[in-house]
């Protein structure tokens, strides 16, 4: 499978991102994910990947074939135990964030408005914070940014993380509506650009198994 990236131009003075031994595991652990999940019998083929210029989509990567997401499970805001087999049929955009993070708190604007615009037309944003202190931090928080669209989902212990092998954050994928992992970005995006938009309505507009 390809690298996932990170969009150089959005870093910032100051901001940690994922270099060196750290960027590696991360890498690593896409790989074993990909790798392990290519063992499950499944019938797959192969994505057709929009194309197009800009950022996002050059520093977006692909994983050709999709492969079947995790299901591990994570938390909703009421303490109720889901996966994301929940979203079967509809696109996820998977985010994973925390409240710590600086790019993560200027991404997450883009993605509550990404959220409104696109959830009629069958997008599930599923931002889920890697904070260990869970709803007691996260609630405050999306009061604090006026987050009106995104649901709360929590991964206090790591564990959806860890199956994908996240490291850096943000870190998103998007899935399919088969529920299968087509690709993602490591780093911040505007998530409700054209551009963005133009990516997601793709797979909105293909249901059928490509």
């Not at 977006?60 to 805001?77: G, K, M, Q, Y």
Request: charged share 20%; aromatic share 8%.
């Amino acid at each position: 499978m390809r690298k996932f990236k990170k969009i150089a131009a959005t870093s910032h003075p100051g901001e940690t991102l994922v270099q060196g031994p750290t960027r590696r595991r991360f890498l690593a652990g896409l790989a074993a994910f990909a790798l392990a999940s290519s063992l499950l019998p499944s019938e797959r083929g192969r994505a057709d990947q929009p194309t197009g210029g800009g950022i996002l989509a050059e520093n977006f990567t692909w994983l050709t074939p999709p492969e079947p997401a995790s299901a591990t499970p994570f938390t909703r805001a009421d303490g109720q135990v889901t996966t994301l087999a929940a979203f079967q049929g509809r696109v996820v955009l998977l985010n994973f964030w925390a409240t710590w993070c600086a790019p993560c708190i200027r991404e997450m604007p883009s993605l509550d408005r990404l959220q409104a615009r696109l959830k009629g037309e069958g997008l599930d944003v599923v931002a889920v914070s890697e904070d260990f202190a869970g709803m007691d931090l996260v609630g405050p928080f999306f009061e604090r940014l006026k987050l009106e669209n995104l649901a709360i989902f929590l991964d206090s212990d790591g564990a959806l993380g860890k199956v994908f092998g996240i490291v850096g954050l943000p870190t998103t994928l998007l899935i399919d509506r088969e529920g299968r992992l087509v690709g993602g970005l490591e780093g911040p995006a505007e998530w409700d650009s054209d551009e963005a938009v133009a990516l997601i309505r793709h797979y909105l507009q293909h249901p059928e198994r490509v």
